[in-house]
């Protein structure tokens, strides 16, 4: 069964809550490896094998708890709570990026993308607009979060089931399109997370009864399949251009369907095993601002390391690099958090990534 050892409450998915903040705390180290080029330049397919499933999972993990319905209320906290830290990071990084850049040759194109990848998450502005595309993350899951809360509301138009079909519909028709970066696809496309996260978490809750070796068994068998078919079709897949163009075989789609549920149901199943995930719950716990801020960290870590290569083995750079930008984007969101004013307005309302009290409280009640 998978239970937690410790006597804390089971929260979801037959975790417990620190055990819950232990996933996300993997999927966040995950993420900040996946976006150290110094190790996927050194390690053939790493880059491939983690983008297949390590964001996505997160966009799993908001399907474990309940939702409250649509409301002008509800659309309020959803928007302060998402929207505020991604234009807060996202400026900062613009304006950085601006002056390193030395954009002033170009100022109304950069703020032309700069405007529109803020007012549309569209990855491809954002790159161009701040040096970084992950910033698209949030308006993708604000989207989805109302969605899921609207059509909570009308479950006879069998939601899940439209979004699927629109989200293929637009993995057709849209990857080809030359002006495909002033696009708002990606915080749509996102809908393709939709049916793999009811699955994953469905599944979950039906074998939450079972021997947690044939929940890790059935992951590790999806997981492995699912990137055997993303290394067939060749092609790195990155949900934040999830489209035709990224795909060269129907295996590739189907690589995209196992990798991301497989990856979140053997992890899961891992986890549960552990007495005590403090370290990584504490990763977990941070894991918003870890994210919002580890690729900032790393590029100023980068140009140092660089000049430095030389005399330093290319893996013992990218270790120690990565173990940098962890450590420093974990104290910049402890520090952060510790003061009122700083946690309200990059955390607004003490917002604890997608397990927000109101969830907890719904589901306990």
């Known amino acids: 069964m998978m239970t937690a050892r410790r006597d804390d409450k089971v929260v979801a998915l037959g975790l417990t809550s620190i055990q819950l903040d232990a996933l996300k705390g993997v999927f966040i180290l995950l993420i900040v490896l996946g976006h150290n080029t110094l190790f996927s330049s050194q390690i053939p397919g790493l880059f491939k094998a983690l983008y297949a499933f390590h964001v996505h999972a997160f966009f799993i993990l908001a399907f474990a708890f309940p939702t409250k319905p649509i409301s002008l209320a509800f659309l309020r906290d959803r928007c302060t709570r998402y929207l505020i830290p991604y234009v807060c990071w996202t400026l900062l990084a613009a304006v950085i990026f601006f002056i390193i850049e030395k954009r002033m040759a170009d100022p109304l194109g950069w703020f032309t993308h700069l405007l529109f990848g803020l007012s549309f998450g569209t990855a491809g502005m954002l790159n161009h607009a701040c040096g970084f595309q992950l910033y ?34 637009m993995f057709v028709g849209w990857g080809g399109q030359p002006l495909a970066k002033y696009q708002v696809g990606n915080i749509l496309l996102v809908m393709a997370i939709w049916p793999i996260a009811v699955g994953t978490v469905d599944l979950m809750n039906a074998t939450s009864t079972a021997p947690r070796w044939l929940i890790m068994l059935i992951g590790a068998l999806a997981l492995l399949i699912g990137q055997t ?16 163009h990224t795909v060269n075989h129907p295996i590739g789609f189907i690589g995209q369907i196992l990798c991301p549920a497989g990856a979140f149901m053997l992890i ?29 960290i790393y590029q100023a870590y980068l140009r140092i390391v660089l000049k430095l290569q030389p005399e330093l083995d290319r893996l013992l750079s990218a270790s120690l690099t990565y173990l940098l930008v962890i450590t420093s984007a974990t104290a910049l969101s402890m520090l952060i958090t510790r003061f009122r004013f700083t946690r309200s307005l990059m955390t607004p309302r003490d917002w604890d990534d997608f397990r927000s009290a109101f969830a907890i409280r719904d589901q306990s009640s």
């Open 136 to 169: 698209w993350f949030l308006p993708a899951l604000l989207t989805l979060t109302i969605f899921r809360a609207a059509l909570k509301e009308q479950p006879q138009l069998k939601g899940a089931w439209i979004l699927l079909c629109i989200a293929v519909l």
């Open 229 to 244: 078919a993303i290394f067939i079709d060749d092609q790195a897949v990155n949900i934040a251009h999830l489209a035709l």
């Open 268 to 296: 899961a199943g891992l986890l549960s095993y552990l007495r005590n995930p403090a370290i990584l719950a504490t990763f977990g716990r941070h894991s918003l601002l870890i994210y919002l801020s580890h690729s900032l």
